[in-house]
Protein backbone atom coordinates (compact mmCIF):
# COMPACT_ATOMS: atom_id res chain seq x y z
CA UNK A 1 0.00 0.00 0.00
CA UNK A 2 1.20 3.65 -1.00
CA UNK A 3 0.39 6.88 0.69
CA UNK A 4 0.13 9.61 -1.88
CA UNK A 5 -0.17 13.71 -1.00
CA UNK A 6 -2.00 16.06 -3.38
CA UNK A 7 -1.81 19.56 -3.95
CA UNK A 8 -4.82 20.74 -4.26
CA UNK A 9 -6.07 24.28 -5.70
CA UNK A 10 -10.02 25.01 -6.31
CA UNK A 11 -12.49 27.41 -7.33
CA UNK A 12 -14.82 27.09 -3.89
CA UNK A 13 -18.11 28.34 -5.57
CA UNK A 14 -20.20 25.65 -6.57
CA UNK A 15 -19.31 23.27 -3.26
CA UNK A 16 -20.19 23.49 0.12
CA UNK A 17 -16.56 23.45 1.37
CA UNK A 18 -13.75 20.61 1.47
CA UNK A 19 -15.77 18.15 4.37
CA UNK A 20 -18.67 16.20 2.90
CA UNK A 21 -22.01 17.67 3.37
CA UNK A 22 -24.83 15.98 3.60
CA UNK A 23 -26.60 19.43 1.27
CA UNK A 24 -24.71 20.11 -1.37
CA UNK A 25 -21.21 19.11 -2.87
CA UNK A 26 -17.93 18.90 -1.59
CA UNK A 27 -14.59 19.07 -3.44
CA UNK A 28 -13.65 16.22 -0.63
CA UNK A 29 -16.97 13.96 -2.51
CA UNK A 30 -15.10 15.07 -5.99
CA UNK A 31 -11.86 14.12 -5.42
CA UNK A 32 -13.09 10.57 -4.19
CA UNK A 33 -15.52 9.59 -7.18
CA UNK A 34 -12.67 11.02 -9.48
CA UNK A 35 -10.07 8.85 -7.70
CA UNK A 36 -12.37 5.67 -8.01
CA UNK A 37 -12.90 6.38 -11.47
CA UNK A 38 -8.90 6.23 -11.94
CA UNK A 39 -7.98 3.71 -10.02
CA UNK A 40 -10.70 1.04 -9.80
CA UNK A 41 -10.67 0.91 -5.91
CA UNK A 42 -14.30 1.44 -4.53
CA UNK A 43 -12.44 1.99 -1.24
CA UNK A 44 -10.35 4.84 -1.96
CA UNK A 45 -10.59 8.50 -0.42
CA UNK A 46 -8.59 11.45 0.76
CA UNK A 47 -7.61 12.67 4.29
CA UNK A 48 -7.68 16.52 3.99
CA UNK A 49 -5.54 18.77 5.51
CA UNK A 50 -7.51 21.94 5.85
CA UNK A 51 -11.54 21.89 5.85
CA UNK A 52 -12.48 25.03 3.92
CA UNK A 53 -15.96 26.38 4.11
CA UNK A 54 -18.54 26.58 1.22
CA UNK A 55 -17.47 29.34 -1.19
CA UNK A 56 -13.98 29.45 0.12
CA UNK A 57 -10.86 28.88 -2.45
CA UNK A 58 -7.70 27.40 -2.56
CA UNK A 59 -4.72 27.60 -4.51
CA UNK A 60 -2.54 25.20 -1.99
CA UNK A 61 -4.64 22.62 -0.08
CA UNK A 62 -3.70 19.33 0.87
CA UNK A 63 -4.65 15.57 0.98
CA UNK A 64 -3.54 12.07 0.87
CA UNK A 65 -4.63 8.76 -0.28
CA UNK A 66 -3.78 5.19 0.28
CA UNK A 67 -3.53 3.07 -3.47
CA UNK A 68 -2.54 -0.22 -4.26
CA UNK A 69 -1.63 1.85 -7.85
CA UNK A 70 1.91 1.71 -9.43
CA UNK A 71 1.15 4.61 -11.07
CA UNK A 72 4.49 6.91 -10.48
CA UNK A 73 3.69 9.35 -8.02
CA UNK A 74 4.47 12.26 -10.06
CA UNK A 75 2.38 11.20 -12.67
CA UNK A 76 -1.28 10.96 -10.35
CA UNK A 77 -1.34 14.65 -10.83
CA UNK A 78 -1.99 14.52 -14.59
CA UNK A 79 -3.39 11.31 -14.53
CA UNK A 80 -6.34 12.70 -11.88
CA UNK A 81 -7.26 15.81 -13.45
CA UNK A 82 -8.23 14.03 -16.49
CA UNK A 83 -11.16 12.92 -14.02
CA UNK A 84 -11.69 16.80 -12.14
CA UNK A 85 -14.19 19.65 -13.35
CA UNK A 86 -12.59 22.52 -14.20
CA UNK A 87 -12.93 24.06 -10.98
CA UNK A 88 -10.30 21.37 -9.38
CA UNK A 89 -7.55 21.03 -9.95
CA UNK A 90 -3.97 18.92 -8.69
CA UNK A 91 -1.00 20.90 -8.90
CA UNK A 92 1.60 18.38 -7.39
CA UNK A 93 1.24 14.64 -6.63
CA UNK A 94 4.02 12.90 -4.42
CA UNK A 95 4.71 9.61 -2.03
CA UNK A 96 5.25 10.07 1.20
CA UNK A 97 5.65 7.47 4.36
CA UNK A 98 2.40 5.47 5.21
CA UNK A 99 1.95 7.04 8.52
CA UNK A 100 2.12 10.58 7.25
CA UNK A 101 -1.04 12.37 8.25
CA UNK A 102 -1.38 15.85 6.77
CA UNK A 103 -3.32 17.27 9.99
CA UNK A 104 -0.60 15.96 12.29
CA UNK A 105 2.47 17.93 11.35
CA UNK A 106 3.46 21.18 12.55
CA UNK A 107 2.73 23.35 9.81
CA UNK A 108 2.15 27.30 8.56
CA UNK A 109 -0.73 28.04 6.91
CA UNK A 110 -1.35 31.21 4.42
CA UNK A 111 -4.87 32.42 3.88
CA UNK A 112 -5.60 36.09 1.78
CA UNK A 113 -8.45 37.92 1.74
CA UNK A 114 -9.73 40.05 -1.02
CA UNK A 115 -11.30 43.40 -0.43
CA UNK A 116 -12.91 45.17 -3.04
CA UNK A 117 -13.46 48.87 -1.61
CA UNK A 118 -14.85 51.02 -4.37
CA UNK A 119 -18.04 52.73 -5.37
CA UNK A 120 -19.48 50.24 -8.23
CA UNK A 121 -18.97 46.44 -7.78
CA UNK A 122 -16.82 44.53 -10.81
CA UNK A 123 -19.03 41.31 -12.05
CA UNK A 124 -16.19 39.11 -12.69
CA UNK A 125 -15.19 39.78 -8.97
CA UNK A 126 -18.33 38.97 -7.66
CA UNK A 127 -17.11 35.39 -6.55
CA UNK A 128 -12.95 36.27 -5.13
CA UNK A 129 -13.64 39.39 -3.74
CA UNK A 130 -16.15 40.94 -1.28
CA UNK A 131 -17.29 44.30 -2.45
CA UNK A 132 -17.53 46.71 0.21
CA UNK A 133 -18.97 50.13 -0.59
CA UNK A 134 -17.48 52.66 2.10
CA UNK A 135 -14.00 53.70 1.99
CA UNK A 136 -11.82 51.90 4.84
CA UNK A 137 -8.73 52.84 6.06
CA UNK A 138 -6.51 50.19 5.35
CA UNK A 139 -3.54 51.80 7.65
CA UNK A 140 -6.02 51.62 10.83
CA UNK A 141 -6.79 48.24 9.58
CA UNK A 142 -3.00 47.40 9.85
CA UNK A 143 -2.20 49.00 12.95
CA UNK A 144 -4.94 46.59 13.98
CA UNK A 145 -3.92 43.72 12.17
CA UNK A 146 -0.45 43.75 13.93
CA UNK A 147 -1.64 43.17 17.62
CA UNK A 148 -2.57 39.42 16.47
CA UNK A 149 0.93 38.42 16.14
CA UNK A 150 2.20 36.06 18.27
CA UNK A 151 0.71 33.29 20.80
CA UNK A 152 -2.84 34.80 21.97
CA UNK A 153 -6.26 32.89 22.98
CA UNK A 154 -8.35 33.60 19.77
CA UNK A 155 -11.81 33.02 21.60
CA UNK A 156 -13.11 36.24 20.46
CA UNK A 157 -12.38 35.52 16.72
CA UNK A 158 -13.78 31.62 16.52
CA UNK A 159 -17.83 31.02 15.74
CA UNK A 160 -19.98 29.56 18.65
CA UNK A 161 -20.05 26.12 16.83
CA UNK A 162 -16.31 25.26 17.18
CA UNK A 163 -15.77 21.60 18.38
CA UNK A 164 -12.07 22.94 19.36
CA UNK A 165 -11.31 22.59 23.06
CA UNK A 166 -7.90 24.63 22.62
CA UNK A 167 -8.43 27.82 21.00
CA UNK A 168 -4.84 29.44 21.38
CA UNK A 169 -3.04 29.68 17.92
CA UNK A 170 0.18 31.46 17.12
CA UNK A 171 0.11 34.24 14.62
CA UNK A 172 3.51 34.89 12.12
CA UNK A 173 1.85 37.23 9.84
CA UNK A 174 -0.36 39.76 9.51
CA UNK A 175 -0.35 42.20 6.79
CA UNK A 176 -3.00 44.89 5.13
CA UNK A 177 -2.03 46.16 1.81
CA UNK A 178 -4.24 48.39 -1.08
CA UNK A 179 -3.40 48.10 -4.16
CA UNK A 180 -5.46 50.78 -6.50
CA UNK A 181 -8.92 49.41 -5.23
CA UNK A 182 -8.17 45.79 -3.71
CA UNK A 183 -7.43 45.53 0.14
CA UNK A 184 -6.02 42.42 1.53
CA UNK A 185 -5.35 40.70 4.13
CA UNK A 186 -2.88 38.06 4.31
CA UNK A 187 -2.30 36.16 8.01
CA UNK A 188 -0.17 33.13 8.40
CA UNK A 189 0.08 31.00 11.15
CA UNK A 190 0.12 27.44 12.79
CA UNK A 191 -3.54 26.79 12.77
CA UNK A 192 -6.80 28.59 12.67
CA UNK A 193 -10.21 28.37 14.16
CA UNK A 194 -13.76 27.91 12.46
CA UNK A 195 -14.19 31.00 10.74
CA UNK A 196 -11.51 32.49 12.58
CA UNK A 197 -10.07 34.34 9.77
CA UNK A 198 -13.59 35.89 8.49
CA UNK A 199 -14.27 37.56 11.80
CA UNK A 200 -10.69 39.10 12.11
CA UNK A 201 -12.05 40.59 8.69
CA UNK A 202 -15.03 41.51 9.37
CA UNK A 203 -13.45 42.97 12.65
CA UNK A 204 -10.84 44.51 10.36
CA UNK A 205 -13.59 46.33 8.58
CA UNK A 206 -15.32 47.80 11.09
CA UNK A 207 -11.98 49.77 12.51
CA UNK A 208 -11.70 50.90 8.85
CA UNK A 209 -14.68 52.27 8.62
CA UNK A 210 -14.71 53.83 11.71
CA UNK A 211 -17.46 51.85 13.34
CA UNK A 212 -14.88 50.50 16.16
CA UNK A 213 -12.10 52.56 17.38
CA UNK A 214 -8.63 51.63 16.11
CA UNK A 215 -7.16 50.67 19.51
CA UNK A 216 -10.05 48.09 20.20
CA UNK A 217 -8.00 44.99 18.47
CA UNK A 218 -6.12 44.30 21.79
CA UNK A 219 -9.42 44.93 23.94
CA UNK A 220 -11.44 42.51 21.94
CA UNK A 221 -8.53 39.79 21.76
CA UNK A 222 -8.25 39.84 25.98
CA UNK A 223 -11.99 39.50 26.11
CA UNK A 224 -12.22 36.08 24.91
CA UNK A 225 -15.79 36.58 24.25
CA UNK A 226 -17.24 36.49 20.33
CA UNK A 227 -19.81 39.13 20.74
CA UNK A 228 -17.08 41.74 21.07
CA UNK A 229 -15.54 41.07 17.58
CA UNK A 230 -17.09 41.93 14.55
CA UNK A 231 -19.36 40.28 12.08
CA UNK A 232 -18.03 36.87 9.71
CA UNK A 233 -17.07 38.52 6.34
CA UNK A 234 -18.57 36.93 3.02
CA UNK A 235 -16.43 33.64 2.05
CA UNK A 236 -15.94 34.12 -1.51
CA UNK A 237 -13.12 36.70 -0.34
CA UNK A 238 -10.94 34.09 1.14
CA UNK A 239 -8.16 31.57 -0.15
CA UNK A 240 -5.95 29.01 1.65
CA UNK A 241 -3.08 30.34 -0.17
CA UNK A 242 -0.81 27.36 0.83
CA UNK A 243 0.41 25.09 3.89
CA UNK A 244 3.77 25.08 4.70
CA UNK A 245 5.44 22.03 6.69
CA UNK A 246 7.88 23.31 9.40
CA UNK A 247 11.11 21.72 9.64
CA UNK A 248 11.70 19.36 12.49
CA UNK A 249 12.05 20.57 15.59
CA UNK A 250 15.27 21.68 16.81
CA UNK A 251 16.05 24.60 19.29
CA UNK A 252 13.79 26.20 21.77
CA UNK A 253 10.62 27.93 21.30
CA UNK A 254 10.62 30.87 23.94
CA UNK A 255 6.99 32.02 24.19
CA UNK A 256 5.59 34.86 26.12
CA UNK A 257 2.61 37.42 26.42
CA UNK A 258 0.50 38.89 29.04
CA UNK A 259 -0.98 35.81 30.19
CA UNK A 260 1.67 33.16 30.16
CA UNK A 261 5.63 32.87 29.55
CA UNK A 262 7.42 29.39 28.75
CA UNK A 263 10.11 27.61 27.03
CA UNK A 264 10.40 24.21 24.98
CA UNK A 265 13.48 22.63 24.40
CA UNK A 266 13.74 19.98 21.99
CA UNK A 267 17.37 19.05 22.02
CA UNK A 268 17.19 15.48 23.28
CA UNK A 269 13.54 14.88 21.98
CA UNK A 270 15.03 13.11 18.68
CA UNK A 271 17.38 11.27 19.91
CA UNK A 272 16.17 10.08 23.30
CA UNK A 273 12.58 10.94 22.98
CA UNK A 274 12.30 13.57 25.68
CA UNK A 275 10.59 16.76 25.51
CA UNK A 276 11.49 19.46 28.37
CA UNK A 277 9.32 22.63 29.17
CA UNK A 278 9.73 25.55 31.51
CA UNK A 279 6.67 27.06 32.71
CA UNK A 280 7.92 30.66 33.88
CA UNK A 281 4.56 32.67 34.32
CA UNK A 282 1.03 31.90 33.88
CA UNK A 283 -2.42 33.33 35.17
CA UNK A 284 -4.15 31.25 37.18
CA UNK A 285 -7.35 30.03 35.02
CA UNK A 286 -5.04 29.70 32.03
CA UNK A 287 -2.77 27.04 33.60
CA UNK A 288 -4.21 23.93 33.16
CA UNK A 289 -4.78 24.40 29.45
CA UNK A 290 -1.54 25.49 28.53
CA UNK A 291 0.14 22.63 30.55
CA UNK A 292 -2.14 20.20 28.86
CA UNK A 293 -1.22 21.75 24.96
CA UNK A 294 2.73 21.57 25.81
CA UNK A 295 2.22 17.89 27.08
CA UNK A 296 0.38 17.26 23.70
CA UNK A 297 2.68 18.91 21.61
CA UNK A 298 5.74 17.58 22.65
CA UNK A 299 4.09 14.15 22.72
CA UNK A 300 2.99 14.82 19.30
CA UNK A 301 6.20 15.23 18.04
CA UNK A 302 7.62 12.09 19.64
CA UNK A 303 8.38 12.35 23.47
CA UNK A 304 7.88 9.48 25.06
CA UNK A 305 8.51 11.53 28.28
CA UNK A 306 8.10 14.67 28.82
CA UNK A 307 9.53 16.36 31.54
CA UNK A 308 8.43 19.84 33.57
CA UNK A 309 10.28 22.84 35.49
CA UNK A 310 7.11 24.73 36.93
CA UNK A 311 8.12 28.10 38.29
CA UNK A 312 4.65 28.74 39.16
CA UNK A 313 4.11 26.33 41.97
CA UNK A 314 0.74 24.84 40.59
CA UNK A 315 2.35 21.01 40.34
CA UNK A 316 3.32 18.65 42.91
CA UNK A 317 4.28 15.30 43.17
CA UNK A 318 1.16 12.97 42.17
CA UNK A 319 -0.53 15.98 40.09
CA UNK A 320 -2.75 14.59 37.75
CA UNK A 321 -3.67 17.15 34.35
CA UNK A 322 -6.19 15.54 32.21
CA UNK A 323 -5.02 12.18 31.03
CA UNK A 324 -1.40 12.59 32.35
CA UNK A 325 0.19 12.50 36.07
CA UNK A 326 3.45 14.23 36.97
CA UNK A 327 6.10 12.57 38.98
CA UNK A 328 9.40 14.36 40.61
CA UNK A 329 12.52 13.52 38.35
CA UNK A 330 15.95 14.00 38.47
CA UNK A 331 17.78 16.90 37.29
CA UNK A 332 18.30 15.93 33.40
CA UNK A 333 21.43 17.64 33.29
CA UNK A 334 20.93 21.57 34.83
CA UNK A 335 17.94 21.58 31.91
CA UNK A 336 17.15 25.04 32.06
CA UNK A 337 19.34 25.86 34.76
CA UNK A 338 17.89 23.75 37.32
CA UNK A 339 18.93 24.08 40.62
CA UNK A 340 18.97 22.17 43.85
CA UNK A 341 15.59 22.42 45.48
CA UNK A 342 13.87 23.30 42.18
CA UNK A 343 11.76 20.27 41.33
CA UNK A 344 11.65 18.55 37.83
CA UNK A 345 8.57 16.61 36.96
CA UNK A 346 7.62 13.82 34.62
CA UNK A 347 5.12 11.86 33.05
CA UNK A 348 5.42 8.56 31.62
CA UNK A 349 2.04 8.24 30.24
CA UNK A 350 1.84 8.43 26.34
CA UNK A 351 -0.79 10.30 24.76
CA UNK A 352 -2.90 8.98 21.93
CA UNK A 353 -5.16 11.44 19.79
CA UNK A 354 -7.52 11.38 17.49
CA UNK A 355 -7.25 12.70 14.17
CA UNK A 356 -8.64 16.06 14.58
CA UNK A 357 -6.21 16.67 17.54
Not at 24 to 46: D, F, H, I, Q, T
Not at 210 to 236: H, Q, S, T, V, Y
Not at 289 to 302: E, H, P, Q, V, W
Not at 321 to 342: C, K, L, M, N, V
Request: proline share 4%; charged share 30%.
Amino acid sequence: MRRILLTVSYDGTNYVGWQYQPNGVSVEEVLNGALRKLLKEPSVYVIGCSRTDSGVHADGNLCVFDTESRIPADKFKFALNEFLPRDIVIQESAEVPPDYHPRKRNSIKTYEYRILNRKIPIPQERNYSYFYYYPLDEKKMQKAASVLLGEHDFRSFCSIRTSAEDTVRRILRADVVRDGDFITFTISGNGFLYNMVRIIVGTLVKIGNGIFPEDCMEEILEARDRAKAGPRAPAMGLTLKSIVEEPPLSGQLVEENRHWAYTLDYGRLASEGKGFMEIRRSDEEDFEALLLRLTKFLSRNGAREVFLLDRTGHVDEGSTSAYFTWHRAEDEGQIFGAYPGTELYVTRDTLKYGEDD
